[in-house]
């Protein structure tokens, strides 16, 4: 049975590095990771997506090591307005089926 | 505006009594779903479809209904509500499946309560 894993909460300070990472089994080499943002009252928001090693845009990186074990999304200089939950997704393509971590509340103090 | 519109926002029913919620999106998306939220558990996919009257179950769609006889709306049905359908419902749209390789974009969500 497929899970997908990620720590409750975690926190940090303005200015640092967060790195989130997502745990997950079985998952194949062209299956995708997405990474989603939410604020309170708020659908969830694309972060980045990809299912290759590493993937980079304008705000965060996302890192899928060789055993594809897990993923990492890497959030840099992070600020108050990072406050939010963030989620993982896996999408399993053989079984056309996706699944949503179960959200790492992230708070930033200044 | 690209956008994903949910009504309502906020919905408190009885138990058995019959509602829908609509979902409409403006961006000719392919691809739309519904998801509940419940605390400690994320987002769970109800049902999804990958275009006009087509429609698949996902992993928890007993006690719900969809429908797609347009590209644009996507309501989800509850013919008979009861109180552990209570949660906070999301509508999603992307161009692609949301497998991969696709942005979904999400509306603004609806909380309801069933007593």
């Known amino acids: 049975l497929a899970k997908t894993t990620q720590p409750i909460s975690m926190d940090s300070y303005e200015g640092q590095e967060v790195n989130i990472t997502c745990s997950h089994n079985?998952?194949?080499?062209?299956?995708?990771i997405t990474w989603y943002q939410q604020f309170p009252s708020q659908g969830p928001r694309f972060i980045i997506q990809?299912?290759?090693t590493k993937v980079t845009n304008e705000v965060a990186s996302l890192f899928i090591p060789a055993d594809r074990k897990s993923s990492t999304l890497s959030l840099p200089r992070v600020s108050l307005s990072d406050t939010a939950v963030y989620y993982c997704?896996?999408?399993?393509?053989?079984?056309?089926?996706?699944?949503f971590g179960s959200g790492t509340r992230l708070s930033i103090r200044p | 505006e690209a956008q994903v519109t949910q009504n309502p926002r906020y919905l408190i029913t009885v138990t058995g009594k019959k509602l829908t919620v609509t979902c409409s999106q403006n961006?000719?998306?392919?691809?739309m779903s519904w998801y509940r939220q419940d605390p400690g558990l994320g987002l769970r996919q109800i049902y999804y479809?990958?275009?006009?009257?087509?429609?698949d179950k996902g992993d928890v769609p007993e006690g719900y209904k969809v429908s797609r006889k347009e590209k644009r709306n996507f309501p989800l049905i509850l013919e008979s509500p009861s109180p552990n359908q209570t949660s906070l419902y999301f509508c999603?749209?992307?161009?692609?499946?949301?497998?991969?390789?696709?942005?979904?974009?999400f509306g603004q969500g609806t909380r309801l309560t069933v007593v």
């Open positions: 999603a749209s992307s161009p692609l499946t949301i497998l991969g390789d696709t942005e979904a974009f």
């Open positions: 079985n998952i194949a080499t062209n299956d995708y």
């Open positions: 990809g299912y290759k």
């Open positions: 997704l896996v999408g399993y393509s053989s079984a056309s089926k996706i699944i």
């Open positions: 961006m000719n998306h392919e691809y």
């Open positions: 479809s990958m275009n006009v009257e087509v429609t």
